[in-house]
Structures are given as structure tokens and as C-alpha cells.
């Protein structure tokens, strides 16, 4: 016998509880994001999961103290998003970021740093991460570039890309920084016109449900479209693709 909400009343007929029930379990039960908080100073880890823990849509299921850490805590506990440091000793935030994105591409990964500069920014989405934010941010603005770049969006400007790509930006050399080359990793395929379409967009920054809202299609349609993009551009994510499209030129 199905058994009866407190809050429903029992004069309610059987089939008429059943629906209720079902409606206030779907609307108490609400998706968490899994994140992973990787910072070699404690006090920075424990700040950030004190204030995330406020988000009752984020759940902070890990932490990590540097990148070797963060690639073990990744395949243990399966966080949908990582906030990642930059300087952390034995392995950095960067090259952190490229090896999980080579291994769980679909984790997105949040560079979270001290450094406001652009090339810092450019070399971050290089290495596959999909968003890049200050240690001054806002829980708020945490908050919503975790739930963007969950739904498959970028928070990246698409102008701090044009001016690093172009080469006009200053040199990371004075905040202590050495990247690897950028490597263009072969001919792409010809896209199709709307999916140059849907290109240009991913570059903004936009989600598949903002494409498609965009271009009239469906979100099921839009997302279809990104997958096909990512399988001609030989790249392992939408952030690949935004960098590597602007750096090839094939969107202005």
C-alpha cells in the first residue's frame, strides 16, 4: 500500500495521493553539482567549501592540494566541476587542467587565481579550462560561473581571446609563467553554415540552451551540433574549439 505525504490529506483518493506525492518529492529534490576545491593553502580550501556550502545546489565533495592530488581525487570521487589554483607545487594548476581534461573531458574545470592577467587567461582555456576567475569573486559569482560552465558554457570573454591569439596582450613572463607553445593539431573539416553558426556562439561563451534560444533550434539540437564541431575540429571540448577556431581564423 503506497504509503501517504503527512501533508497530504487522507480523504484524497488513491490515485489522487499518489500524484501529490509524486509533485513534492520532485519539487524538494533538487540536482547538486559536485565540485572538487584544489588550493595548496588549506585556509584558502576551507574558506571556499564554508562559502560554496551555503549554495544548497553546489556540494563540495573533495578537496586537493596540488595537481597530482586533484588527478587522484578526480577518479575517486567524480566532481562534475573542479576549482582549480594555479601556482601549487609538484604539479601546477595548468598542467593539472590539461591532464584532467585528457582523462575526464567531461569535467569542467574553473581556474580560480590571484593573477588578473590576460595571457594568464588565454593559456588557462589552452589548457582546456572552461572558466577563469579572480580569488576576489563573489560567492555569487562563483556560484553562477560553476552553474554556466556545468551547462556547458564558457566564461571566457571572447575579446581577452582575440587580443591574446593576436599577440597584443602583455607577456606572462613578469608573473613567473612558462607555457608550452600553441600547437594547431592538424586540418580541421569543413563545418557546415550552421554550424559555423553555432560556432561563433560557442566562442561568446554561450550554452546550448542559449544557442538554441539564439538560433530557434532546440537545446537537443544545439548540443548535437557542438558535439559535431568538437568531432571536425579534433579537439576534446567547446573550449578547444573556441581557441582553436579564433587562432585559425574561422570566426571574427
Given at each position: 500500500m503506497p504509503l501517504r505525504h503527512p501533508c497530504v490529506p487522507a480523504s484524497m483518493g488513491a490515485v489522487q495521493r499518489e500524484m501529490v506525492n509524486s509533485d513534492m518529492v520532485t519539487a524538494t529534490e533538487v540536482e547538486t553539482i559536485p565540485l572538487l576545491i584544489v588550493d595548496d593553502h588549506p585556509v584558502v580550501r576551507h574558506g571556499l567549501q564554508a562559502i560554496l556550502q551555503t549554495d544548497s545546489s553546489l556540494?563540495?565533495?573533495?578537496?586537493?592540494?596540488?595537481?597530482?592530488?586533484?588527478?587522484?581525487?578526480?577518479?575517486?570521487?567524480?566532481?562534475?566541476?573542479?576549482?582549480?589554483?594555479?601556482?601549487?607545487?609538484?604539479?601546477d594548476g595548468l598542467a593539472a587542467t590539461r591532464k584532467i581534461k585528457e582523462r575526464f573531458p567531461r569535467v569542467a574545470v574553473i581556474i580560480?587565481?590571484?593573477?588578473?592577467?590576460?595571457?594568464?587567461?588565454?593559456?588557462?582555456?589552452?589548457?582546456?579550462?572552461?572558466?577563469?576567475?579572480?580569488?576576489?569573486?563573489?560567492?555569487?559569482?562563483i556560484s553562477?560561473?560553476?552553474?554556466?560552465?556545468?551547462?556547458?558554457?564558457?566564461?571566457?570573454?571572447?575579446?581577452?581571446?582575440?587580443?591574446?591569439?593576436?599577440?597584443?596582450v602583455e607577456s606572462a613572463a613578469g608573473a613567473g609563467y612558462t607555457g608550452r607553445v600553441w600547437e594547431d593539431g592538424g586540418e580541421v573539416e569543413r563545418l557546415s553554415p550552421r554550424e559555423l553558426d553555432v560556432?561563433?556562439?560557442?566562442?561568446?561563451g554561450m550554452t546550448n540552451k542559449d544557442i538554441g534560444a539564439t538560433l530557434y533550434i532546440t537545446e537537443d539540437t544545439?548540443?548535437?551540433?557542438?558535439?559535431?564541431?568538437?568531432?571536425?575540429?579534433?579537439?576534446?571540448?567547446?573550449?578547444?574549439?573556441?581557441?582553436?577556431?579564433l587562432?585559425?581564423?574561422?570566426?571574427h
Open positions: 556540494q563540495v565533495v573533495g578537496e586537493a592540494e596540488d595537481g597530482y592530488d586533484a588527478l587522484e581525487k578526480v577518479a575517486q570521487l567524480h566532481p562534475r566541476v573542479v576549482l582549480m589554483d594555479v601556482h601549487m607545487p609538484r604539479m580560480l587565481t590571484l593573477y588578473n592577467n590576460e595571457q594568464y587567461v588565454v593559456e588557462a582555456v589552452k589548457a582546456g579550462a572552461a572558466g577563469y576567475l579572480l580569488k576576489t569573486s563573489t560567492r555569487d559569482e553562477h560561473t560553476i552553474h554556466e560552465v556545468h551547462a556547458g558554457g564558457m566564461l571566457i570573454r571572447s575579446s581577452t581571446l582575440h587580443k591574446a591569439l593576436a599577440g597584443t560556432l561563433r556562439l560557442v566562442v561568446e544545439a548540443k548535437k551540433h557542438v558535439q559535431n564541431i568538437i568531432a571536425k575540429m579534433q579537439v576534446s571540448d567547446r573550449t578547444q574549439a573556441a581557441v582553436k577556431a587562432r585559425l581564423g574561422m570566426v
